[in-house]
């Protein structure tokens, strides 16, 4: 079976677990076999939650990061994951949140898209368009082939359309500070030896998807923003680390990689969209607002 399909009979499907708890609702009126009726329920409640409640949230966190040589507020989100469980309404959410919350620029860390089967990307992303503050971004695995479909020219161009500025290999000024980004890891595209020719006594911030990128850099580096792992998406204590997609085990939030080359500091962000099962646990959608200080 194609796994488009299978993927949208999940999120269609799901609808039916409505039926299911009401008619379990109605079972409780009986005593026989009622503590199975009363364990079935629960289950259902929970997945209806994972599935109907948590992945529509949006959740603000700050965090104030200090000792980057930077003086600034970034609004930092990845994964957003348009296609097959999110659409364009649902990133207007975003953009109305995010045009709520004081900032210096906007960063995107990759993995825009989902199964968006040939879907307008300029469409599909037109609210970005809505950003108050300057916007940078790199593409993620999903927008580059690995797993695919590679749609990385058309999502380069719709971005561009919008205004959102792709630094892949590239190093823009922001606030006092420089930001470069790295383009994604699985596929082959994240080697900062750009940086190398371009020396600054100014602090650099790299924007890439994947944290594990971090294993090539070193303390130069005063931080480095990444998504990519979702922290887990359905963040059931102990299990969800065994498919975290991470070599170095990043997972979520501030952590220190060493490298060949030193300590190197990665903000892991767990992403706003979902992969796989259309569903979210203890770990809902999530911007980012970073307060850097020297």
Not at 32 to 41: A, S
Not at 67 to 78: E, H, M, P
Not at 265 to 275: D, K, N
Request: include cysteine; charge should be positive.
């Amino acid at each position: 079976m194609d796994k488009l399909l299978i993927k949208q009979c999940l999120f269609y499907g799901s609808w039916l677990v409505w039926p299911f708890i009401a008619w379990l609702a109605w079972r409780l009126r009986q005593r026989r076999g009622r503590t199975l009726v009363v364990l079935l329920l629960a289950g259902c409640l929970l997945f209806a939650w994972a599935r109907f409640v948590e992945p529509q949230r949006i959740r603000v966190q700050e965090t104030v990061l200090a000792g980057t040589g930077a003086q600034a507020r970034l609004v930092l989100i990845s994964d957003i994951h348009l296609g097959v469980y999110k659409d364009s309404a649902y990133l207007q959410r975003l953009v109305d949140r995010i045009n709520t919350l004081p900032a210096d620029a906007v960063v995107i860390a990759g993995d825009f898209t989902y199964e968006p089967d040939g879907a307008s990307l300029a469409r599909l992303f037109a609210p970005l368009a809505g950003l108050h503050v300057p916007v940078y971004a790199v593409l993620g695995n999903h927008d580059q082939q690995a797993p695919g479909p590679d749609i990385d020219t058309e999502l380069r161009a719709a971005l561009a359309q919008l205004g959102v500025g792709v630094i892949e290999g590239d190093v823009v000024r922001v606030r006092g500070f420089r930001l470069a980004g790295l383009g994604d890891r699985w596929a082959g595209r994240d080697d900062p030896a750009f940086l190398a020719y371009a020396p600054s006594p100014m602090p650099t911030l790299v924007l890439t998807h994947n944290p594990d990128s971090a294993i090539n850099l070193g303390p130069e580096s005063a931080l480095v923003l990444a998504g990519h792992t979702h922290g887990g998406q359905i963040r059931i204590p102990w299990l969800y680390r065994h498919v975290i997609p991470s070599r170095y085990g990043f997972d979520r939030g501030e952590q220190v990689l060493t490298t060949p080359r030193g300590r190197v500091r990665v903000y892991t962000t767990v992403g706003t969209g979902e992969i796989g099962l259309p569903m979210r646990l203890f770990n809902p959608p999530t911007i980012d607002v970073l307060e850097l200080r020297p």
